[in-house]
C-alpha cells in the first residue's frame, strides 16, 4: 500500500521559515513528480510548487523567490522549504506524488498544517 507521511508543519510568526518533508513508501513505481499543495481555509486546494524526477521546478507565482522544493529520488522524499511566511500562507499542505506507468495515478499525504501568526 502506498503511503506518503508528512513531518514539518506547525505555528510560525511571520517572516519565519519551516521545512516540510514528505516520504513515499511501499509499492510505487514510476513517479514522475512529486509536489505540495495547499488549502487555505475556506478556499480550493492549489499548487504550491512540484518538481519532476529530472529536477524541474515549478512554483506557484505567489510563492516564487520564497519557497524551494527539492527532492531525494533514490528515497522518494520531496522537501519545502518555506522562508519569509506570510499569513497568507496559512494553509493545510499536501504531499502529491503523480505516478505515470499503465495509467496515470495521484496519491496524496493526510495534509499537515502551517499557521503563520502575526
Known amino acids: 500500500q502506498v503511503q506518503l507521511v508528512e513531518s514539518g508543519g506547525g505555528l510560525v510568526q511571520i517572516g519565519g521559515s519551516l521545512r516540510l518533508s514528505c516520504a513515499a513508501s511501499?509499492?510505487?513505481?514510476?513517479?514522475?513528480?512529486m509536489g505540495w499543495y495547499r488549502q487555505p481555509p475556506g478556499k480550493q486546494r492549489e499548487l504550491v510548487a512540484d518538481?519532476?524526477?529530472?529536477?524541474?521546478?515549478n512554483y506557484a507565482d505567489s510563492v516564487k523567490g520564497r519557497f524551494a522544493i527539492s527532492s531525494d529520488n533514490a528515497k522518494n522524499l520531496v522537501y519545502l522549504q518555506m522562508n519569509s511566511l506570510k499569513p497568507e500562507d496559512t494553509a493545510v499542505y499536501y504531499c502529491?506524488?503523480?505516478?505515470?506507468?499503465?495509467?496515470?495515478?495521484?496519491?496524496w499525504g493526510q495534509g499537515a498544517q502551517v499557521t503563520v501568526s502575526s
Open positions: 502529491h506524488v503523480q505516478v505515470v506507468s499503465s495509467s496515470l495515478y495521484h496519491y
Open positions: 511501499g509499492p510505487i513505481f514510476g513517479i514522475d513528480t
Open positions: 518538481i519532476t524526477r529530472r529536477g524541474t521546478t
